[in-house]
């Protein structure tokens, strides 16, 4: 298999353990060009680069310019959409944040731009549930058609501390919208949260006997974008996936790998994961080497066999 660039999260250094303190945006990604990463995936919360404060030619090809100067590429631009929930507010209020973020899309030369549901995992009478789920799908066809005229691909990242965890749900919800423009964000931790514990479920649980791979599987051709980190099986403050450091947690990469090395190295971007993660300065450090070695352990058995 073909090894894809790697970045890092920037939130990573400014949720969680490091909200009180957050790095700058350019001390991240120093910290990325000096650990060998390709590339950054843009923070779209402030104090992180904002299409509010990015909002000209002339800001962005400054920032462009430092993050190239270093070497590194953009990954993808994980934006905050919390004032626009696209379950509850009208097409025309979110579309318009979407276009904001598509501008600085565009002006950042970023072709992947990630989404959530923003809504919590609450319990939803039929009625409400169903007015809501297609509120959402009806919203997210309408920002993949206008990001196809920008030629960028929005990318739902789901997760357990969001609504629509349940498997199923998710499978539902990326067909519904049905767009070549709007495809899933695969992280193996959400998904093994997702598919394997079944954490913050309403009702029944729903999880996979194949676990993540069984989900992966499930939702071939919709995949457009892959972030990679290790699960403990628990959630963080209760509300959504612990971000492990690779190799401390339960998901079997080897076997993901192996699995789907096609999927994976047809991607252009693997974006490791770190968010919440209080040791992410120190074990951010062995991320790329530890992918690296995964693909040559993964080649290595294909040459064999």
């Not at 949720?15 to 990325?32: I, K, L, R, T």
Request: hydrophobic share 35%; with cysteine.
């Amino acid at each position: 298999m073909k090894q894809s660039k790697i970045s890092i999260g920037s939130w990573a250094f400014s949720f969680g353990p490091f909200e009180d303190n957050p790095w700058s945006f350019e001390d991240v990604c120093q910290y990325a060009a000096d650990n060998k990463y390709d590339g950054i995936e843009i923070n779209g919360f402030k104090p992180h680069p904002h299409p509010d404060d990015y909002n000209t030619d002339e800001k962005c090809a400054e920032l462009k310019k430092f993050i190239t100067d270093l070497g590194l590429g953009i990954s993808a631009f994980a934006a905050d959409f919390r004032t626009v929930p696209p379950a509850k507010v009208e097409k025309s209020v979110f579309l318009n944040e979407v276009k904001n973020c598509l501008d600085f899309c565009k002006r950042m030369d970023i072709d992947t731009l990630r989404v959530d549901t923003i809504s919590p995992p609450d319990e939803l009478s039929q009625d409400v549930y169903n007015a809501d789920f297609k509120r959402l799908t009806d919203n997210w066809r309408a920002a993949a058609e206008l990001a196809q005229q920008y030629s960028v691909t929005i990318v739902w990242e789901f997760e357990p501390g969001f609504w629509l965890n349940k498997p199923s749900e998710i499978i539902h919800a990326v067909k519904t919208v049905n767009h070549d423009n709007f495809k899933v964000l695969f992280d193996t931790s959400h998904a093994y949260m997702c598919a394997v514990v079944g954490a913050r479920q309403v009702g029944e649980k729903e999880t996979l006997a194949g676990g993540i791979n069984e989900l992966c599987r499930e939702l071939d051709g919709y995949i457009g974008h892959f972030h990679l980190i290790d699960s403990d099986g628990t959630l963080h403050d209760d509300e959504t996936s612990t971000h492990s450091p690779f190799g401390t947690g339960n998901v079997d990469f080897k076997a993901f790998f192996e699995e789907f090395k096609s999927e994976l190295s047809n991607s252009d971007y693997w974006c490791c994961d770190f968010c919440f993660c209080p040791t992410t300065e120190k074990d951010g450090k062995d991320a790329v080497p530890f992918l690296t070695n995964l693909v040559n352990d993964v080649n290595k058995e294909t040459v064999q066999s």
